[in-house]
Structures are given as structure tokens and as C-alpha cells.
């Protein structure tokens, strides 16, 4: 009974008031971590930290590098998805296409990017196209694992039911494995998301001239930690905004979809 009353008492409380809730615990532990010996000079209160991005600014690099890790983290996304999408369709639904390509998609998605990021500089030299390259190689490992799961596990049912009634191949994927396989589509492109950010720091260390990665490493060579703590959280603020725009998404294309209320 007690649990039940703890449950409601929580279910009552508007989502904001939660993430007031949390947004005020999380200023606490900053302070907390600011104030601490061991961590004070890492973690620079909110003052310092925002005096510190006030300063890249001023120093007229921050939108430089903004604008430089956004075009690079959405262009190696957008291929990733565009390249993923397919081949992850022809592994689920053609057993020599699987067989082929399985292995390698699972061999090269254990190495971490920063492993091969020097291959690739040497193949496309330094700048902005190493960068996309290695950005649409993680998003793509990732993308086409899960959206290949996804296919793979269409009720095998359904899919005899439409053969029986007539359906060809293309009506098969259209009415039965689309509809099937978009809730596990829109989790891939989530998932991509999250690795494309993850990726920006390897990704950016081949001689990049400007970027949100490659300030965070200048900054570290010159010990600057408050505006090196201001550039990681604005790798953070843009991940958010891309899953709440991708959480939209979700539940405007799958709305029908049934999901457990805690």
C-alpha cells in the first residue's frame, strides 16, 4: 500500500517539476565537484565555465568551431543512414547478401574509430572529408546493425500470410516489413546520433583546423578546463536537441505502437 502511494505521489508530479528537479541536482554536484581539492581545477564552477565559453567567443573561434563540428557530425550521419538503410535491408532478405557482409559489418564495428583514423588521413588527406568519412563509418555500423535486427525479426508469419494472399515482394516490404521494421529505423537513427557526437573527437583529430573536438584537445594542452568544460557541455547540449527532435519523430510516425507505463 505504502508503494502504491509513493507511486501515485511520484506520478503526480508534471514532467517539468522533474526536470527542474533534475536540472537543479545536477547544479548541486557541479558545485559540489568545484569546490572538491580533487576536483576543482577539472570542473570550474558555472560562473567560471560561462566566463570561459564568453571568452572563446571573444576570441572569435567558438562559431567557427560550432558551425565546423555541425556540418561535419550531420553530414557523416545523413550518409551513414542513407548507406545503412539498404544494405541493411539486402542482409535481412537475401541470405548471400548476410553472409557476405555480416562478418565485416561485425569485425570493423569492435574497433574503435580512433584505430583507423589515421588510414583514412592517409587515403583522404587532412580536413573535413576524413572527418565525414569517419563519422558515416561509425553512424553506419551502428545503423545497420539495428535496423538489420529489425527486418530480421518481422513475424515470418506475416510475411507467409501476404505470399499466400498474392503479394509480391515489393508489396510484402511496403505493406508488411516498412511498418514492421520503423520503430527499429527511428531507434537506429537515434543510436546514430548518440555515436556521430561520440565520434567527433576522433574524428576531429585528423588535422582539423577548427571543431568543437579539436578545441577540447587545444584547450587540454594548454590546461584552459573552463572553457574546455563550456565546449563539452555544448557537445552535449546538441546531442539532447537531437533526441528530443528524433523523440518527436517516434511519436508522431509510431503512435500506434503500444509501449509499457511505468
Known amino acids: 500500500m505504502d508503494n ?8 503526480r508530479i508534471p514532467p517539468k517539476v522533474w526536470l527542474l528537479i533534475s536540472f ?50 550531420f553530414a557523416g550521419y545523413a550518409l551513414g543512414f542513407v548507406i545503412a538503410l ?12 548476410r553472409n557476405i557482409l555480416e562478418p565485416w559489418i561485425q569485425f570493423i564495428r569492435n574497433i574503435p574509430p580512433l584505430a583507423y583514423v589515421p588510414l583514412i588521413v592517409i587515403c583522404a588527406g587532412v ?3 576524413p572527418q565525414i568519412i569517419v563519422i558515416t563509418i561509425a553512424c553506419f555500423l551502428i545503423m545497420c546493425v539495428t535496423i538489420y535486427q529489425g527486418v ?63 578545441r577540447i584537445r587545444s584547450l587540454n594542452n594548454t590546461f584552459e578546463s573552463a572553457p574546455m568544460l563550456a565546449y563539452v557541455i555544448i557537445i552535449g547540449i546538441i546531442g539532447i536537441t537531437m533526441e528530443t527532435v528524433i523523440k518527436y519523430l517516434e511519436r508522431k510516425l509510431t503512435g ?7
Do not use: C, H
Open 4 to 11: 502504491e502511494k509513493k507511486t501515485s505521489l511520484a506520478s
Open 86 to 97: 539498404p544494405v541493411a535491408i539486402l542482409m535481412a532478405w537475401y541470405m548471400p547478401v
Open 24 to 73: 537543479a541536482t545536477a547544479i548541486v554536484v557541479w558545485y559540489i565537484l568545484s569546490i572538491l581539492p580533487a576536483t576543482d581545477r577539472g570542473f570550474p564552477n558555472v560562473v567560471v565555465t560561462t566566463q570561459g565559453l564568453l571568452t572563446m567567443i571573444e576570441r572569435g573561434v567558438f562559431w567557427t568551431d560550432l558551425s565546423s563540428s555541425l556540418i561535419s557530425v
Open 256 to 262: 500506434w505502437q503500444e509501449k509499457r507505463e511505468i
Open 152 to 214: 530480421i525479426n518481422v513475424d515470418e508469419t506475416l510475411i507467409k500470410a501476404a505470399r499466400v494472399l498474392g503479394a509480391t515482394d515489393r508489396d510484402i516490404f511496403v505493406r508488411v516489413i516498412a511498418p514492421a521494421t520503423l520503430p527499429f529505423i527511428l531507434t537506429a537513427v537515434r543510436l546514430g546520433a548518440s555515436v556521430a557526437l561520440t565520434t567527433l573527437i576522433a574524428a576531429e583529430s585528423t588535422g582539423a583546423q577548427a571543431g568543437l573536438g579539436m
Open 127 to 129: 580536413g573535413r572529408r
